[in-house]
């Protein structure tokens, strides 16, 4: 069946880095584009970045851009979130997300989240 | 990218139908079908209800409808049941070829 599962959370000082995965199965991961999606202790859902089937696009939310970079590995069936110079308020629960295009488009499957907290 | 406006809560009796409104602009939803809706239950990851404006997934009640007019869509959940208490998120594909979310509606079953 269709999985995605993230890892790579923790608690992080601000302007510090981490990276994220998500480590996709039970699909052809190179056929579809995979977006990231956060939510802030108790706040709603932000969407945060997409990357193409092949990699060869990208796209941002405003605050993220210029400092998160969103990347996959086909060969492995990995979505990749790298994210640089942290603030406070990139704290949230980070969900990566499968897009479905055949039967219109809209993002079918989730995983469980990867909290990051970024504090001092 | 500023949120899509939704109404903060919503509320109806068990039977009743609810309608939840997903304001944006001609820049999103104004433009594009690619409006979907997303129910969130506390502590879990959301659920796709609706896609591509008023398409209902596989295993979805038909009691999930959506619709747009403009540069709003709106979810209509009808015959309310105490199962469909949680957050609904709008979504929508903007022409900057990225994603924006609605503000979000807790759905209340008194």
């Known amino acids: 069946q269709v999985q995605v599962v993230e890892s790579g959370g923790g608690v992080v000082q601000p302007g510090r880095s981490l990276r994220l995965s998500c480590a996709a199965s039970?699909?052809?991961?190179?056929?579809?584009?995979m977006h990231w999606v956060r939510q802030a202790p108790g706040k709603g859902l932000e969407w945060v970045a997409v990357i193409w089937f092949d990699g060869s696009n990208e796209y941002y939310a405003d605050a993220v851009k210029g400092r998160f970079t969103i990347s996959r590995d086909n060969s492995k069936s990995t979505l990749y979130l790298q994210m640089n110079s942290l603030r406070a308020e990139d704290t949230a629960v980070y969900y990566c997300?499968?897009?479905?295009?055949?039967?219109?488009?809209?993002?079918?499957?989730w995983g469980q989240g990867t909290l990051v907290t970024v504090s001092s | 990218q500023s949120a899509l406006t939704q109404p903060p809560s919503v509320s109806g009796s068990p039977g009743q139908s609810v309608t939840i409104s997903c304001t944006g602009t001609?820049?999103?939803?104004?433009?594009?079908?690619?409006v979907s809706w997303y129910q969130q239950p506390p502590g879990t990851a959301p659920k796709v209800m609706i896609y591509?404006?008023?398409h209902r997934p596989s295993g979805v009640p038909d009691r999930f409808s959506g619709s747009k007019s403009g540069n709003t869509a709106s979810l209509t959940i009808s015959g309310l049941q105490a199962e469909d208490e949680a957050d609904y998120y709008c979504n929508s594909y903007t022409s900057s070829s990225t994603y924006v979310f609605g503000t979000g509606t807790k759905v209340t079953v008194l």
């Open positions: 039970g699909f052809t991961f190179s056929n579809y584009g």
């Open positions: 997300a499968r897009e479905e295009y055949r039967y219109g488009y809209h993002f079918d499957h």
């Open positions: 001609s820049s999103d939803v104004g433009s594009y079908n690619r």
């Open positions: 591509e404006v008023s």
